[in-house]
């Protein structure tokens, strides 16, 4: 189906979001609980634009927004620049410290009243990447807890978890660095818990915890050697170089 | 002995009102000592029933056909009403209800001020029947609808007369009924389903509460008419986790109507198909948002999604849904059973049928009230409520629950309907109205309300659940007397942010008690912060009392009521207040029969 944004003609699938067809086209819509693979979450709200779907104007997020025909899309009109720049000065009172909102915040010349910046600073913006991310292994985890202006992402009870292999891939897609993931000694401490990593049997370098690879090992339901990411495409690339060799 | 009449009907209010104030004590001993009373020759019934409305001055007992009507009943009454009223007709006058705007006591409660101008549509039977009983309720009528439905109505017919009726839902924006219908009609995918939102979170509303504790049939009826003309055959009643006799009564009602052949396969012999089941709450008012309802009825965590495609469409597990509330579901067999064109001459043009509120604040009677949509406010302020306790001034009126408006007294005259609500600023919400007089400080009850909100809020998306926090932050520094000029400018402006950019209903509408009261009592903002004074002695940082020296008489009243010996004078001449000891709770300033006590500002800057 064919949609417009800001004037120009693009094509969309049924099914797809408004994020889905601007990521694809290069388009871009300011987010910070979007990321390609997941579906939209509609937290952050960042990603507000004005849509036209013949009679009214509406203002949606982009990324839960599931496109239809003859969609008019504008990204940027005054009204949305101003509730933008609203949303990060929100932010940027939950999370003065944090690099990632303070350049954001710079970004959109946003400065914030210092009568009104939170004692704590909280560097998670509730984003809820982390949870999906977890939630999409199957591992569960993590969840968000509380509701209102106490809501937090947490382990239950805040005990650490029976569940968390140690991934890091809540650390991973977290927008703000707010997961503390820590390495020392051959121990990765995330979530309050400590795990044990295992050496890559090429380069020697740790690389994952023991935990995570028994998970994955289960659910493969094969052992695998362990050879970092790292390695594997190495010895992946000297494969082909090999096979190409081969034929010449 | 009694010889008036050889059938008499007693019935004893035991909704959760009239229970607290132990009125099932009365129904026992009333029907106890009735049974043993070799006197009473004539054919007593005696019926426990839902609310009557006027909860504050319960337990209720009426008595029929003399329509005799007791109230504040105790116990300790019942011997005294056997033998005066039941045996020989006689008036107990001392438990009559004294209807201030008539100034008398008043024998039949329909005919006193409270009563006299309402016009119950959802509330018709409830403090009429006993709730656990499906025959009192066969008895008024009940099921005829789901009758004339199953056996002379098509589907779509049944679905043109909800339309004509223009019956909007009752539980919030004012969407039309049967629109909502028609369009899940429409969609062809199974199972479709019919849901009830019972989860009413509005401090002080009550009205579901009180129509599934008082007529879970109605409830019933409603929902399977909805069923049969959308083609579902399964429905949810989501019920608020605290609503424990409602639940109790609904339960007791389905279970019932199955028993009879109301619900369940082959319903009345008709063929068609149509069960309930009862889901507790999550405890949350975000709950009450459709979205979120459905979640958690799902089993997941109660927050809300983007609405973009609609629950008719894709609701309860992705499958096309229709949501109504309680007070709606009840509308409907009145309107299959007397027509479209009767509900509609009901109301106004455009917000046909009736509204029941709930009635609360510094008004005189408080409690549950059904009147024609359109009355306007000063009626159900002044004929109803007759009036504000102690006739203070009045000042405003909060209406739609913690994220409706208020309404200032200057537009006293604004209709009740959906329309006129939203055009104030304010909106209908469930239909909370909670009436504010002279010492209540319009900053503190926008703040009041953000703090609620800010715990309710479901906190998923960012200016929702910051947005109200910053709001709440800036409104506590106004009240506690830190407020800067800039303070109002900001609310305003992250008030739209806030209203437009947030993604479900809560938030869209959570800054409604802020915005309208900067707009209509904006002056009350500029005095906080720029006189620091709070003029209605709610903000203690900013309130401090004096005696005005011309005008006090010496009476000594203000001495005798102060807590901590904050006054001192002596009698016939003039009082004075000890800044330095008064705690600021202002006994003295309503309590001096020459308004000599004033407030003044703060007393310190903070
Ligand atoms: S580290 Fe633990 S919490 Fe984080 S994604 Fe992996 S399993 Fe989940
Ligand atoms: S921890 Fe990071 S990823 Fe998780 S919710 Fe907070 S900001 Fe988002
Ligand atoms: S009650 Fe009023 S009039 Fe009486 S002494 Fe106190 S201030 Fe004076
Ligand atoms: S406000 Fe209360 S404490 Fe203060 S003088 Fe009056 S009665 Fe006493
Ligand atoms: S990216 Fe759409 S709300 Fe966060
Ligand atoms: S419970 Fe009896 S009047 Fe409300």
Redesign the pocket.
Known sequence: MLIKINGKVYNGHDGETLMEVAKRNNINIPSLCYKKGFEGLGRCRLCLVEVNEGKRKKIVSACVYPIRENLEVITKTEDIIKMRKDIILLLLLRSPKNEYIQELAKEYKIVSPERYIQKENDDCILCGLCVTACEKLGTNAISMVNRGITKKVSTPYDDPSKDCIGCGACAEVCPTNAIKLDENNGIRTIWNRDFDLVKCSVCGKYYATEDSLNFIGDKLGSKEDHVCEYCKKKSLASKFKKSFQNIY | MNDISNKRKILVCCGTGCLASNSYEVYESLKEKLEINPNIIVQIEIKATGCNGLCEKGPVVKIHPDDISYFKVSAKDVDEIIEKTITNGEIINRLLYFDTNQKKKIINHMDASFYKHQRKIALRNIGEIDPLSIEDYLERDGYKALHKVLFEMEPMEVIDEVEKSGLKGRGGAGFPTGTKWRTCSKFEDYPKYVICNGDEGDPGAFMDRSIMEGDPNTIIEGMIICGYSINSNKGYLYIRDEYELARKNMEFAIDKARKLGYLGENIIGSGFDFDLEIVRGGGAFVCGESSALMASIEGNVGEPRAKYIRSVEKGLWNMPTVLNNVETWANIPPIILNGANWFNKIGTENNSGTKVFSLVGKVKNTGLVEIPMGTKLSELVFDIGCGIIKNRPFKAVQTGGPSGGCIPKEYMDVPLDFDSLSKMGSMMGSGGVIVMDDTTCMVEIARYYMEFLSEESCGKCTTCREGIKMMLNILTNITEGRGQLEDIHILESLGKTIMSASLCALGKTAPNPVLTTIQYFRNEYMDHIVNHKCSAGVCKNLTTYF?EEET????????KNCPVNAIT?SLKEI?VIDEDICIKCGN?FT????D??KIGGAAYAY
């Open positions: 005696i006090c008489i010496g009476c000594g009243i203000c001495k004078g009082h003295c309590a001096c029969p020459k000599s006590v």
